[in-house]
């Protein structure tokens, strides 16, 4: 029972690129996932009865099953139609299809949020519908998903590991390849935690203080 | 090279029962553990608030393949004793609920108003007595369905088990899979068992959410 | 020819029929004041004649053009027209002032320079202009409403429609609001009134519309209209108010 960290410095420039990939990976996944998001909200609330209905079982069946599954259906499965796509890239895929059934969800609920009478209000000004969706919608909308939009996105960062099972790149993966040097499977994993918590809590900093300064009219609690 | 067969899905069937353990271990022993962090997170001792402020933070920091590779890989190597699989990826899946839960629990109990404390404390009982006959009963229908819709996350979270070698529904899937050769059938046999146990869930999750807001 | 004339509008929601055939003129420089029960239809009405709802058959004309929901007439109309919500529905994003500066600016009425002094114009009309910086929250019921009121007054419209601008306010702020619309009336605004505020219409209208089951059941000046009723209707009205 005695700790040695000692090893892992050696692998330091590995852990360091193993972050920078799962930040890339969730970087990724969180925008294209968000694409997907505000273009299903929109085609959900005003597209043709086929595509909304396309919207709904996509939703739900990304929603009620693992993205384990998902991610190896897209990396086992794609190839059987000649689409080979290497480990990172059927990763990047997996997780914005992933994502984007949470964030379709998010959006669609924040503009929900927005009540009729200040769309109302808007046209009554001789605003036209975009104009109105720009500078009266749209902000109060995105201080309504943002807690729900942010944490999201924390689980999506954590949810990245998951790349490790097709031996994507990522943080996770640097952990398993230096365990198999070192055999040192307490402190890999305990450093490998460690840095996603590290990874966490900046995120969850960053939003705090992005949302302090993005949100900063007065709401009625 | 084979074809997938009756006895492929049968042994999907037999691992599915797996899932269920595990599910019932995360739960069983991670909804003690959720319910006296809730409490700690609202009691007057700030200490205690802090500790469970700490845990949960943590807990939800880390991604659960790291909790269950550091409960089955880590630990036991540190403490130099052999762990059985299933204590391993139970306690990783307790600390996993407990975290989750007790942040969905405590959002229930302050959902509740203040005036209801007031109005129990009142009656002359102690605080505990407020809370159990009370507030609880009022928590638990606010709570319930995102209590639900965290089965849901938990179901689809067993299948990383997969990755310690547990032979879950997930696991069962890869080994038909890597025999077959026929993932896009096993793969897709194996979403539609989760999906068939996760989609009643939302519904039910669903519809006491609505029944919730417009009670209100 | 009248600033606004109302023929023959007919309005259901569903299988309602909320407005069965009105029919009514509003004149430059009238102030309008339109009294009856709940579902009468009041507010229907106030809110066809700048095509928040689209009537369903005749005809509203403003300034001798037909009311129609097509999007470029319909920005030049609700130029012209303005209208204040009971809910105020101010923007709770944007400060007071970008409140009010908002549309003039985005329709072209006002530049970005100009906005400011535009907003102070309008806010001294109503009383405001100290709050010039605040946020909607931070103000009162009856003050959200005097800013609902200037952001209105800031397109410059030749019409104004007041829906029931007093109905969510506590009674102590209701004077206050109704004072600004007094200064607005005697300085010559276009003014028509949805209202439960017998006195203000009694004292400030020039011309009282009694709406009933989806009709204008009767019309005149505020003397004729409340020490003469002439049908049942009006008569028991008056009565369940005083």
Redesign the interface.
């Known amino acids: 029972?005695n700790?040695n960290f000692q090893q892992l410095w050696r692998y330091q420039d590995q852990f360091i690129e193993g972050v920078i990939l799962t930040v890339t990976l969730t970087g990724i996944a969180a925008v294209a996932g968000t694409l997907i998001g505000l273009s299903g909200a929109i085609l959900g609330r005003s597209g043709p009865q086929p595509v909304r209905w396309f919207i709904r079982s996509y939703i739900?069946?990304i929603?009620?099953?693992?993205?384990?599954?998902?991610i190896?259906?897209i990396f086992?499965?794609l190839p059987?139609f000649g689409l080979k796509l290497p480990p990172f890239e059927a990763a990047s895929v997996a997780l914005s299809i992933y994502f984007g059934a949470y964030a379709i969800e998010i959006i669609r609920s924040g503009l929900d949020t927005i009540p009729r009478?200040?769309i109302?209000?808007?046209?009554?000004?001789?605003?036209?519908r975009w104009?109105v969706f720009r500078?009266?919608v749209l902000?109060?909308a995105l201080?309504n998903i943002y807690p729900s939009f942010t944490s999201q996105f924390?689980l999506l960062l954590?949810?990245t590991?998951?790349a490790?099972?097709i031996s994507a790149e990522e943080l996770?993966h640097t952990?398993s390849f230096v365990?198999s040097r070192t055999?040192?499977?307490?402190?890999?994993?305990?450093v490998?935690?460690a840095i996603?918590?590290a990874l966490?809590?900046a995120f969850k900093g960053a939003f705090a203080v992005i949302g302090r300064l993005a949100?900063r009219?007065?709401?009625?609690r | 090279m084979r074809i997938f067969t009756t006895s492929d899905l049968f042994s999907l069937f037999a691992a599915l029962q797996w899932t269920i353990v595990l599910v019932t271990l995360a739960i069983a022993l991670g909804a003690p553990l959720a319910l006296a962090l809730a409490l700690m997170r609202i009691s007057k001792i700030a200490p205690l608030r802090w500790i469970a402020a700490a845990y949960l933070q943590l807990v939800q920091g880390i991604p659960l393949l790291g909790l269950l590779m550091f409960f089955y890989f880590g630990v036991p190597v540190f403490l130099g004793i052999q762990v059985p699989a299933i204590v391993a990826v139970g306690i990783a899946f307790a600390a996993y609920s407990s975290a989750f839960l007790g942040e969905i629990w405590r959002g229930g109990i302050q959902a509740v108003k203040q005036a209801q404390w007031e109005a129990a404390s009142s009656l002359g009982i102690t605080r505990w007595q407020q809370f159990r006959y009370v507030i609880a009963p009022q928590a638990l229908r606010i709570a319930l369905p995102a209590t639900i819709g965290f089965l849901v996350q938990l179901i689809k979270g067993t299948s990383l088990a997969s990755v310690v070698g547990f032979v879950e529904l997930a696991r069962a899937g890869q080994l038909a899979s890597a025999a077959t050769f026929q993932p896009l059938l096993v793969y897709s046999v194996v979403a539609a068992i989760y999906f068939a146990m996760c989609f009643p869930l939302t519904i039910w999750s669903r519809s006491l959410e609505a029944r919730l807001n417009g009670a209100r | 020819m009248a600033l606004v004339e109302i023929r023959d509008v007919r309005k259901s929601f569903g299988a309602n029929e909320v407005l069965k055939g009105v029919s009514l003129d509003i004149n430059e420089g009238e102030i309008v004041t339109i009294i009856g029960r709940s579902g009468s239809g009041k507010s229907t009405l106030l809110r066809c004649i700048n095509a928040l709802e689209q009537v369903d058959g005749g005809e509203i004309r403003v300034e001798g053009k037909a009311v129609r929901t097509d999007m470029q007439d319909l920005r030049q109309l609700r130029q012209r027209v303005g209208i204040v919500f009971q809910a105020f529905n101010l923007f709770p994003h944007l400060t007071v002032e970008k409140n009010i500066t908002l549309a003039p600016v985005l329709t072209g009425k006002s530049n970005k320079q100009e906005a400011r002094q535009l907003a102070i114009d309008v806010l001294e009309r109503v009383g405001l202009a100290e709050k010039i910086d605040a946020y909607p929250e931070q103000l009162s019921g009856g003050q959200q409403q005097r800013v609902a009121i200037a952001r209105c007054l800031a397109m410059a419209p030749h019409l104004m429609l007041f829906d029931e601008v007093t109905s969510a306010l506590d009674p102590e702020l209701v004077g206050e609001v109704l004072k600004v619309m007094e200064d607005m009336a005697r300085q010559g605004m276009t003014m028509v009134l949805v209202t439960h505020e017998m006195g203000f219409a009694r004292d400030v209208a020039s011309k009282i519309v009694f709406m009933h089951e989806g009709r204008v059941w009767e019309q005149g000046t505020p003397s004729e209209l409340f020490a003469n009723p002439q049908t049942p209707e009006l008569k028991s009205f008056i009565s369940s108010i005083k």
């Open positions: 029972m700790l739900e069946i929603r009620n099953t693992p993205a384990l599954i998902q190896f259906l086992f499965v059987t009478s200040q109302e209000a808007g046209a009554s000004l001789g605003l036209s104009e500078h009266i902000a109060p201080r924390v954590l949810g590991s998951i490790s099972q996770f952990g365990e055999y040192r499977s307490f402190e890999v994993y305990a490998v935690c996603y918590f966490t809590m949100f009219w007065p709401v009625r």
